[in-house]
């Protein structure tokens, strides 16, 4: 799977959008970029994945460059509650099997009052 | 919505001691794993089981762990004999396959104390 590089950290203030960069320049055709968070300790929490569109969901907007090499992650109105550590992983996928999600440091968005 | 359940929350036991770690995952799921994090650390991959089956391990999963589906419902991780660096979260995560993508829905996990 694809190495990721995430910031260390970021600052965003409540209610303000969020954006969440990700570089994945040596990613594959199959392979599809996914974000989870974590927050404080919790079960990492599955937020949207994609392949080549940009998508969104009740949670946020993902949107992939032309050429996949990187990806952002939109929290539309970020909260305090949005304060936790992001991961953008890349993940290929293989019919019949399901793989390992491999966790790096990620970023520690903090959503300022 | 559906969600993982894990139990217990938090278990202490002595260095040495078997211990499991139960889960139940997403009703209709199909793959379902297991992963840890050491207090500070990255959160790392154990195990992946698929059709009753060990899919994918890493080394960290060694001759003292084992898991098991012993019915419908329950997804369990065995550790038999603990040793203190053993001591971390433990999070079960489960999915289902759309096409090619397979989102992971984790647990809330249980916190293993060794001492």
Same mark, same amino acid.
């Given at each position: 799977?694809a190495?990721?590089t ?12 969020a954006? %969440?960069?990700?570089? @994945?320049? &040596? ?6 970029? =996914? ?5 404080? /300790?919790? #079960?990492?929490?599955?937020i949207?994945h ?5 998508e969104?969901?009740?949670m ?12 952002? %992650?939109?929290?539309? @109105?970020? &909260?305090?509650r949005?304060?936790?550590?992001? =991961? ?5 996928? /293989?019919? #019949? ?17 | 919505e ?24 997403i ?33 960290i ?21 603990t ?20 989102e ?12």
């Amino acid at each position: 799977d694809a190495k990721t590089t995430q910031p260390p950290s970021m600052d965003c203030a409540e209610g303000r959008a969020a954006n %969440l960069p990700c570089n @994945h320049s &040596t990613i594959s055709g199959n392979e599809y970029v =996914y974000w989870y968070r974590q927050i404080h /300790s919790q #079960g990492p929490q599955y937020i949207i994945h994609g392949l080549k569109n940009n998508e969104t969901n009740e949670m946020a907007s993902l949107i992939i460059t032309e050429d996949r090499k990187s990806s952002t %992650l939109i929290l539309p @109105h970020a &909260t305090l509650r949005d304060t936790a550590v992001y =991961y953008c992983i890349v993940r290929g996928g /293989s019919s #019949g099997s399901a793989r390992q999600l491999t966790f790096g440091s990620g970023t520690q968005l903090t959503v300022l009052p | 919505e559906p969600e993982v359940t894990q139990t217990p929350s938090h278990q202490v036991t002595q260095m040495g001691q078997e211990v499991i770690l139960r889960c139940v995952p997403i009703s209709n799921h199909l793959y379902f794993y297991w992963y840890r994090q050491i207090l500070g650390q990255k959160v790392e991959f154990l195990v992946s089981f698929y059709n009753n089956e060990i899919s994918e391990k890493s080394e960290i999963f060694d001759d003292q762990f084992s898991v098991e589906r012993p019915d419908g419902s329950n997804f369990t991780l065995k550790i038999r004999s603990t040793k203190l660096e053993d001591s971390a979260m433990y999070f079960c995560a489960s999915s289902n396959n759309r096409g090619s993508s397979y989102e992971q829905y984790f647990g809330p996990g249980t916190r293993l104390t060794v001492t």
